[in-house]
């Protein structure tokens, strides 16, 4: 009897080590979920604090949930600048704006290219991939036919750079007299930061952007698309590539692109307020990339899109790596660009180039024309001063949109209660050292071959990367979260922007 209760006792001893033990790993793995949706939801809160704003209804702008195509058909509108205005979900929905990325998302698309009966017809077919996904391939190639650098075909890839070498491309070209023949793509540029960064975002650190072209002889026409292939022979062949030409008869001055799609919660107002701003300092284009985020975002930008002003493109990376692949972006952005505009403007949702002595990035240009010659610098570089924002921050408001201001010193009174005050104007908190490593640039499309978030990585033959513009001319404004530790002074430098700013943005809101 005593031996039964012994092994009974050991019995319940054991059974009960094991139910901790699993009750431990279970714990353990709900923790590990748990902080890796603590890590989202950091994020999540950061943009709200950036914006320092709650998450707008959509009715709060104008918005309203469409409901077309219902037949589950999938139809899109193209407009007069090539791109697709109007995205009609299968199931005739749109994910509300507080939602994260939905899936209904991928089942319509905003080609990165309008004009091209082979153009992908899905998400998916926007990127070739092959080597087990170790290079992935952006489906639309381009046309460059600058004097200085064309006539070429430039293509835009992604490679695994801890992998074997990349492999060899060729293509076969068609042109559109029916004449067709194989030829070896050849390496522009490898694009790689100069400083590796360590705190992966979105994946490892592991994908280079290559930049390769096929090189045409003089006056040779736009080719109606290409076919790649990985051997000389050009058997095999991979999809048609479509050829993105689009040439402005009066190119404007400056193009301006976000440089990485668009991911997590992205405040639709925050993106009208981040146009409005670029467009008075002088943005004739601004391209932005969605790479996983609400529909209400390429719902706020419609209007925009219809006056040209605006056009957005899916991305949709499919393999996790640092910042989705933004080196690919910075350059479709450029080859987007290089017949349509004179300069490129690339930086992030949170910054601005704001020119300190004049009112536009135009006027700044003119200024600098008068002291040197501005063809023979690739690009203008920007020194970046962070800013103070979010709820951890003590600021104020700018003097002249204060809500505790009389009347009188309110040149623009903000009356409508659906908008709120964009985060550039509500700082007046500035870090008193400038940091010189966060640089952004203007860049020459006339020289420019290839670009990277920072800087101009490769130039025409005879040109400097860059000229330092001068910290009393302009900066680049951070707006970042959280805030950097350290000195903060006081600037209202920002003022001289708010009554060109704040009409265009009531008039979207209100």
């Not at 890796?36 to 709650?54: A, M, P, R, V």
């Not at 670029?278 to 391209?287: D, E, F, M, P, W």
């Not at 900066?475 to 009554?499: E, Q, W």
Request: proline fraction near 5%; hydrophobic fraction near 35%; glycine fraction near 4%.
């Amino acid at each position: 009897m005593g031996s039964r209760s012994h092994l009974q006792c050991c019995l319940f001893t054991v059974v009960t080590i094991l139910t901790l033990s699993l009750a431990c790993y279970i714990y353990s793995a709900g923790y590990n979920t748990r902080r890796d949706q603590s890590k989202l939801n950091i994020y999540l809160q950061t943009e709200k604090d950036l914006y320092s704003i709650q998450p707008i209804e959509e009715k709060n702008i104008g918005l309203s949930t469409k409901k077309e195509n219902t037949n589950g058909s999938s139809s899109k509108a193209i407009d007069t600048n090539g791109s697709y205005s109007k995205p009609i979900n299968t199931n005739g929905t749109f994910p509300s704006n507080k939602a994260m990325y939905d899936v209904a998302h991928d089942t319509f698309l905003r080609p990165v290219n309008g004009i091209s009966s082979n153009h992908p017809a899905s998400a998916e077919e926007l990127w070739i991939e092959i080597d087990h996904k170790n290079t992935l391939i952006r489906r639309t190639v381009f046309f460059d036919n600058r004097t200085s650098i064309g006539p070429a075909i430039v293509i835009i890839l992604l490679h695994n750079k801890t992998k074997e070498q990349e492999p060899d491309l060729f293509a076969k070209i068609t042109m559109p007299n029916g004449t067709k023949w194989c030829q070896e793509t050849q390496d522009v540029n490898k694009v790689i930061p100069d400083i590796p960064r360590t705190d992966f975002r979105h994946g490892p650190d592991n994908f280079m952007c290559i930049v390769k072209k096929l090189a045409l002889t003089k006056n040779t026409e736009m080719p109606n698309y290409i076919e790649l292939s990985t051997n000389k022979s050009c058997t095999d062949l991979l999809p048609p590539m479509p050829i993105y030409y689009e040439k402005y008869e009066k190119r404007v001055k400056f193009a301006l692109c976000l440089h990485k799609g668009l991911f997590g919660y992205v405040s639709p107002e925050m993106l009208i307020h981040f146009v409005e701003i670029n467009k008075v300092l002088g943005a004739s284009i601004i391209t932005l990339w969605i790479q996983n985020t609400t529909e209400s975002v390429y719902t706020a930008m419609l209007p925009y899109i219809k006056s040209g002003l605006v056009e957005v493109l899916d991305w949709k990376v499919s393999v996790a790596m640092r910042n989705y692949g933004q080196f690919a972006v910075n350059n479709e952005c450029l080859y987007r660009n290089i017949h349509r505009a004179d300069y490129l403007v690339l930086h992030d949702i949170d910054e601005l180039i704001i020119p300190y002595k004049h009112d536009t990035w135009d006027e700044l240009l003119a200024y600098y024309s008068n002291k040197i010659d501005l063809s023979h610098y690739a690009s203008l570089r920007f020194k970046s001063l962070p800013w103070k924002v979010g709820s951890k921050s003590n600021n104020s408001f700018l003097p002249n949109i204060s809500s505790k201001s009389s009347a009188t010193e309110i040149p623009w009174k903000m009356t409508c209660s659906k908008m709120n005050i964009p985060y550039y104007f509500k700082t007046t908190e500035r870090f008193k050292r400038i940091d010189i490593t966060r640089k952004k640039v203007i860049a020459s499309l006339n020289t420019t071959i290839s670009i990277y978030t920072h800087r101009v990585r490769k130039m025409v033959e005879g040109v400097e990367k860059e000229y330092v513009v001068s910290s009393d001319i302009g900066l680049v404004h951070h707006y970042r979260i959280p805030p950097l530790d350290g000195t903060y002074i006081h600037s209202i430098v920002m003022k001289k922007f708010v009554n060109r700013v704040t009409p265009g943005i009531e008039k979207q809101v209100c």
